[in-house]
């Protein structure tokens, strides 16, 4: 683990080199129009590069190029073992790389550099490297069949796969789509959110230097209206994986459809309750967790616990051990110091979105507990703290809408029943938390809640074997473990008669 201090992290940020151009067909290359849009860093202000604002055209360029390497076969064609090989020494290289590039994910969005550093990147390596290992170790099916017959069910590459990401965790997102999708031999564009698009860029290059071959992966930064529209409405992709926001991921459906049919699979919004009962087995280490669910990632995460339900006959008593976890150890800070657990909002956007809900909040009446301002004179003004608003009713705003900032509503129950009336009250599904001693309780709730995962005495657990999706509009298709591999490859049938 690195030794740098504050100071160290700072004088790298000021000689850190950027690269600002799109990656197309093995080389980085300006926008076909020559034009650019300017990256500012949620950490000060800085301007960290003028970035290729890509376009229609840089999308057709770059689908060609994956679509001819497809093709061609290099990749598509190459021994499962020998894929494996490439994608196990781009794992190698992240690590290698590891501190530059967290780097460029705390100036490009804000986060701590010790959660870039302990969390995205062991995760974004891990991500490659679990999915290289995987590959060679599936097999295809033989059916049952008459003596005369022999019935094979294989997988194949489906061709061309563009990857839509989002900017709070830019390069680990990216790695969730990349290792399956370049493991089971596809050709890939990978959008990087215009809001963080400098590791991914930087990603490019290291998947050349591993081995991979140019045009099987192309880095198309820019607008979603445009780039982004453009490969979602592209003839010849294959397929479309996104996570982002459930606004975009239905248009996205709706451009699919309209073109050609193209597969999309979704990892969109989230609203997840995390639910306290009174019998919950240590209501410290549940209040600990309460507190970091809302704040980790400056509650920029699509499984945030934004909706703490807790059971009235401890609420007080709970609700005031989450507020005493958050004002001490959940302080936000400059994101360059490793000591700093909750950076900077990404950008001015996001914090009006934020503080726009918090003044929803008070406007419908439910009870500040905590934070509810930003901190003035902070940075470049992006620090928000964690803001917790109690006595919350299930159909206000702040109770049903995606805020994306470390905003917690709590909300009151009685009953067992009641608190999964209200965790499953929402258009979401992407995760949820049960917080009691009673196994058979435990069992109930996981079985009766809509959600894609559901954690028991824990908040967001699992790693890369276990499938990562939503229920509802939270989206469709899983990341992570052997149920990503769906989503990138197709089934054939063949039939023989013998």
Not at 160 to 186: Q, R
Request: aromatic fraction near 6%; charged fraction near 20%.
């Amino acid at each position: 683990m690195t030794t740098m201090t504050a100071s160290d992290w700072r004088a790298r940020a000021d000689s850190q080199e950027l690269v600002s151009q799109a990656f197309i067909d093995g080389s980085y290359t300006p926008a076909r129009s020559g034009e650019t849009f300017d990256d500012y860093s949620p950490v000060d202000g800085r301007l960290l590069a003028r970035v290729a604002s890509c376009d229609v055209e840089d999308a057709d360029l770059a689908v060609a190029a994956a679509r001819r390497t497809f093709a061609e076969g290099c990749w598509s064609r190459q021994a499962p073992s020998a894929r494996q090989a490439v994608l196990l020494r781009l794992a190698a290289l992240i690590e290698a790389n590891s501190e530059e590039l967290a780097m460029l994910e705390t100036l490009d969005m804000g986060k701590p550099i010790g959660d870039a550093l302990s969390v995205d990147l062991p995760a974004a390596a891990r991500a490659i490297r679990w999915s290289a290992e995987a590959i060679d170790k599936i097999y295809d099916e033989v059916a049952p069949t008459p003596e005369d017959q022999l019935g094979l069910v294989t997988r194949e590459p489906v061709g061309v796969v563009a990857a839509i990401v989002p900017w709070n965790f830019p390069l680990m997102m990216a790695c969730w789509k990349l290792g399956p999708a370049l493991a089971t031999g596809n050709s890939v564009v990978l959008k990087p959110s215009e809001k963080s698009p400098l590791s991914a860029l930087r990603l490019a290059a290291l998947a050349v230097e591993a081995g991979l071959p140019a045009g099987v992966l192309n880095v198309l930064p820019g607008f979603g209206h445009k780039v982004g529209q453009g490969l979602s409405r592209h003839d010849d992709v294959d397929t479309l994986v996104f996570t982002g926001s459930t606004r975009v991921g239905r248009r996205l459906m709706v451009d699919a459809g309209e073109t050609n049919m193209k597969r999309v699979w979704l990892e969109a919004g989230g609203k997840s309750p995390n639910i306290v009962f009174a019998d919950a087995p240590d209501l410290e280490e549940a209040a600990e967790a309460a507190a970091a669910a809302i704040a980790f990632n400056q509650g920029e995460v699509c499984t945030a616990g934004t909706r703490l339900l807790v059971e009235n006959s401890i609420r007080e008593e709970f609700v005031s051990r989450v507020v005493a976890a958050l004002e001490h150890h959940w302080v936000p800070g400059d994101p360059l110091d490793p000591t700093t657990r909750v950076g900077a909002l990404v950008d001015g956007t996001q914090m009006e979105t934020v503080l726009g809900f918090i003044e929803s909040g008070k406007a419908e009446g439910a009870s500040l507990r905590l934070g509810g301002a930003p901190l003035s004179g902070s940075l470049c003004g992006l620090l928000v703290p964690p803001t917790v608003f109690d006595d919350v009713t299930p159909k206000m705003r702040i109770a049903q809408e995606e805020i994306f900032g470390p905003v917690l509503s709590v909300i009151g129950f009685d009953e067992f029943d009641e608190a999964m009336t209200i965790a499953n009250d929402t258009i979401y599904g992407l995760a949820a938390a049960v917080w009691t001693r009673d196994l058979s309780k435990a069992h109930r709730a996981a079985r009766a809640l809509r959600a894609g995962s559901v954690w028991v005495n824990q908040y967001d657990g699992g790693d890369m074997t276990a499938p990562f999706g939503g229920f509802k509009q939270s989206g469709n298709g899983r990341d992570k473990s052997l149920h990503a591999f769906d989503k990138y490859t197709e089934l054939k049938a063949t039939w023989i008669k013998i």
